[in-house]
Every structure is written in C-alpha cells, then in structure tokens.
C-alpha cells in the first residue's frame, strides 16, 4: 500500500486511498489512466496512458533536438 503524502481526500466519500485504472473510453481508440478512490470509485484525475513528456524527448533526442 501506498502512503498518501499529500494528505489528498476523495471528495465523494472522504477516503485517502487511490489507484489507476487503465481504461478505452466508449467511441475513443485512446487508452487513458484514471486517478479514482479506493473505495467508492470516484474518479477524481485522468493522465494519459503513454508518459507524453518521456515520448518527447526521445523523440527530440533523435532528431538532434535541444530541449
């Protein structure tokens, strides 16, 4: 089990545990990861299945790019 450093609160429920949850929405053909409570489900945050940022600047570092 994680520990919630932040002290972050489910705003439905009030528990203090997450998890992500790989998820395709309906009519979409991107995945997404969904920040949710443990308990009740409550999706509280959406990040993008691939780390953008890491993409990136592999990319760049190809291309001879400074970033």
């Not at 009519?27 to 993409?55: A, E, P, W």
Request: charged fraction near 20%; include cysteine.
């Amino acid at each position: 089990m994680s520990t919630n450093y932040s002290n972050s609160k489910c705003p439905s429920c009030n528990n203090s545990s997450f998890e992500m949850i790989e998820e395709t929405p309906k009519g979409s053909s991107f995945k997404l990861m969904f920040i949710r409570c443990k308990s009740c489900k409550t999706v509280v945050g959406v990040t993008d299945y691939f780390n953008t940022n890491f993409l990136l600047k592999k990319l760049a570092e190809k291309l001879n790019l400074e970033i």
